[in-house]
């Protein structure tokens, strides 16, 4: 049961260049969502899906792109990162509209150089 | 304009002891709240939750109370153990709306039992 999984773990990048966060769930949860944890901020909302095809903005959404082809991958994409994208990003899923509890992936810890 | 706040940073108990862990929220719309807990390197791990319409939830060694009027809820751990020591963030989702399916997260308490 391998339930929700991000890759990388660890990424370094240099700015102006394009990164893709992989995050891969078993578990058919028709909701996904990335956040983004920085210190003083908590967790903030980037994107979220509610099924394959369909996506919305978060709280903090620019600079990032996203997309859902399949339910179980949700990738989150820096088109050109900066440094102010230097940030631990989380990946979630969420079975339902019934449910509210939220499965999060072990995270990816990105660093803009 | 935080909605969602968890005005203690950090928190240090002895084990065996009450932890009490607070939150604040602003958004009356908010009706269900969660709590997650999460150690350094690994996503935060759902913890236990309260709805609007009860003002106690337990499970085991955790409790969640919430006083509406007041638009506060605390998580209270009996006893504390040393493996609890970790960041708690408190979250919370409003009833309708394009927003019922998102969490708004507080800034999160560090809390560290002392053995």
């Known amino acids: 049961d391998a339930g929700i999984t991000q890759s990388p773990r660890y990424k370094i990048t240099e700015t102006g260049r394009q990164v893709t966060l992989m995050c891969h769930q078993t578990?058919?949860?028709?909701?996904m969502f990335w956040y983004r944890q920085d210190l003083g901020h908590g967790l903030r909302l980037i994107y979220y899906?509610?099924?394959?095809?369909?996506?919305d903005k978060g709280e903090v959404p620019d600079g990032y792109v996203v997309s859902r082809s399949k339910t179980e991958n949700f990738p989150l994409t820096l088109e050109s990162a900066t440094r102010s994208q230097t940030s631990v990003y989380f990946c979630?899923?969420?079975?339902?509209?019934?449910?509210?509890?939220?499965?999060f992936g072990p995270g990816t810890r990105l660093t803009v150089l | 304009d935080q909605q969602v706040k968890q005005n203690s940073p950090s928190l240090s108990v002895q084990e065996g002891r009450i932890s009490i862990l607070n939150c604040d929220y602003t958004n009356s719309m908010f009706d269900y709240f969660l709590w997650y807990k999460k150690y350094p390197a690994e996503g935060p791990t759902f913890l236990i939750s309260i709805s609007s319409i009860k003002d106690k939830n337990e499970d085991g060694r955790f409790t969640v109370f919430l006083n509406k009027s007041a638009k506060h809820l605390s998580l209270h751990i009996v006893p504390s153990q040393p493996g609890d020591s970790a960041v708690y963030f408190c979250a919370a989702r409003p009833y309708s709306g394009a927003g019922s399916y998102q969490l708004t997260f507080g800034k999160g308490t560090k809390l560290s039992v002392i053995p």
């Open positions: 578990w058919s949860h028709s909701y």
């Open positions: 899906s509610a099924a394959a095809d369909i996506t």
């Open positions: 979630a899923s969420r079975a339902n509209r019934n449910t509210d509890t939220q499965y």
